[in-house]
């Protein structure tokens, strides 16, 4: 079947939520090929999924023998992988997280996050941040700001309050005892990669413990070693009170998960879901784990390879998660580098945003940097 023939095909029968240019149909490593043969450097790997790059032998092995020894079994039973896959992510994200609850995306994960917090405050008011995103189900979607593709299903719950990023004064005005949680986003990604200094996180943290409302950093985007450390809000030294994930955590096998400190769980019925966390998702992302803490150290220092190359561009990086800001041309930069063998995207504002496999080469990061700066120059 031709790309004009899939079209036709898709155009008919698929709902046409989402604007789509080409095909892909194979992927090793941080290289994808499209179905004319074509092949390039991934620098949307799934929007932040694909951190172990394309088909990771190791994550390909684990999937392909859990498939044969259990796929499914039902949370009515103690899940292989689980309760290890719970342990390793406790451990390794540290900042006094306590315990995990699975989820399949990470929309879910907040939905999770939601309903802990109105639990544990009983409180139903959120506050959360202009230009965030956290997700499409009706909560979730309720603590995401962006109008056009929130406003379409108002009235939502639970009602939030939105104040600008990195704006604390307003934040003060915001947040109450009425508030269960604040959302917020280390980077915002879906906004074009905003980095606010890490004061703004200790001001979130303090006003929360002020008020009893619960700090939910929603690190769907920059979790699992995306900006150099397992979680981005590490480096602004700050515990939240929960955590959500998804994205990166399984290499493209769907999950999410929410993590929380101690004193906040679910208790029997309170949440729950027939796939989450089940064997599949577990095997995947333990491999996803065993591949990202060993090239974890190499983050930061490829991201630094890109802010030099790009510099000329005033690039906002954080490790592997990269924005540059193009305005109006973003859309045609964004199809000359495919041209050329490079796939990058553009969120919002005419920002362009690189989020490469954490594998990329430092070849391939040379190959990307001197197509873009091409296509920028151009
Ligand atoms: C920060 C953030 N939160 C939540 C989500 C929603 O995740 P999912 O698409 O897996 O539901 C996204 C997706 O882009 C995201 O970037």
Known sequence: MTETDYRALDARYYMPAFGRERMLVKGEGSRVWDDQGNEFIDCVAGIAV???????????????RQAKELIHCSNLYYVPGQAELAQRLVEALGLGLHKAFFSNSGAEANEGAIKLARLA????????FEHGFHGRTMASLAVTHKPAIREPFLPLEPRCDFVGYGDLEALKGAVTRSTAGVFVEPIQGEAGVIIPPNEFFRGVRDLCDDTGALMIVDEVQTGMGRTGTWLAIEQAEVAPDIVSLAKGIASGFPMGAILAREGLEFTRSQHGSTFAGGPLA???????M??????LPLVAPKGERFRAALAAHSPRVRGLMIGLPVGEACAAV??????????????????LRLVPPLVITDDEIDRVCDVLNRALAG
Do not use: K, M, Q, Y
């Open 50 to 64: 694909c951190s172990t790059g394309h088909c990771h032998p190791h994550v390909v092995e684990a999937i392909c």
């Open 121 to 128: 405050t009983g409180r139903d008011r959120f506050v959360a």
């Open 282 to 288: 577990c095997a995947a992302a333990h491999a996803t």
């Open 290 to 295: 065993d591949v990202i803490g060993e090239v």
């Open 334 to 351: 964004a199809a000359a580098c495919a041209a050329e063998g490079v796939l990058v995207n553009c969120a919002a504002d005419g920002n």
